[in-house]
């Protein structure tokens, strides 16, 4: 079974705060993915990686930023954490055509 | 740029009965595929049914399958023989045909709807 795995699933950090969320996936995906979830907005896609080192702006990419330097390894940073990133992050991969697989997710919570 | 749109955010169902969710869907483009994923409570998304465009025939698994309406730009969700099992956030998402490289592999989805199942 593919596995996409989230460092926490929990997360509680302060404004200002530089923030890292990882992701790793063990089915040599080319495809990485990270959206946030927020009640009534549905999955809103922030980044997205199709190969090492790639990175492509999503919808909402103000705000964070992405690496990815091996290829099961997609991180997501934000700079400087602010209460409007409180939100549920969803980590997700593929490969290049079939569908994506999703990890737990983490909550962070930005007080 | 595609869009994709749940407008319940809410549905009931009797346990056993069957139910349908729907999706509507914005396109310009004639090759494309369609997908329900589910949510359930506190656990990993995962993925229901998928449906190519370019394919007639409904996508079936099991208890769920959908009606693809291309031109209406339709892609509703038939739940059968509802069981408490079932009662998640499902999500309607939309990906980009061919061509097949890495930045038509994202997906738009909607905003999702919350199924209950009563017992």
């Known amino acids: 079974d593919v596995k996409v795995t989230q460092s926490s699933r929990y997360l509680v950090k302060r404004t200002g705060e530089k923030v890292f969320l990882e992701c790793v996936q063990d089915?040599?995906?080319?495809?990485m993915f990270w959206y946030r979830q927020d009640p009534g907005l549905g999955l809103r896609l922030i980044y997205f990686?199709?190969?090492?080192?790639?990175?492509e702006k999503g919808d909402i990419p103000e705000g964070y930023s992405v690496s990815r330097e091996k290829k099961e390894r997609f991180s997501l940073i934000l700079e400087s954490a602010s209460t409007n990133q409180t939100s549920m992050y969803l980590c997700?991969?593929?490969?290049?055509?079939?569908?994506?697989?999703f990890g737990p997710g983490t909550r962070l919570t930005v007080l | 740029a595609q869009t994709v749109t749940q407008s319940q955010p809410e549905m009931s169902v009797q346990e056993a009965e069957t139910v349908t969710l729907s999706c509507t869907y914005d396109?310009?483009?004639?090759?494309?595929?369609l997908f329900w994923y589910k949510q359930p409570p506190s656990r990993q998304m995962i993925l229901v049914i998928r449906?190519?465009?370019?394919?007639?025939q409904n996508a079936t698994e099991n208890r769920f399958s959908v009606n693809f309406q291309k031109a209406a730009k339709s892609f509703s969700l038939k739940i059968s023989d509802s069981q408490l099992g079932d009662a998640a956030m499902y999500f309607c998402?939309?990906?980009?045909?061919?061509?097949?490289?890495?930045?038509?592999?994202?997906?738009?989805f909607g905003k999702g709807i919350t199924l209950s199942v009563r017992p």
């Open positions: 998402a939309y990906r980009r045909g061919p061509p097949l490289t890495g930045a038509n592999s994202k997906l738009t």
């Open positions: 449906q190519e465009a370019y394919k007639q």
């Open positions: 089915m040599d995906h080319e495809n």
């Open positions: 396109t310009s483009e004639s090759d494309y595929y």
């Open positions: 990686s199709y190969d090492v080192k790639m990175k």
């Open positions: 997700a991969s593929s490969l290049q055509y079939n569908e994506q697989f």
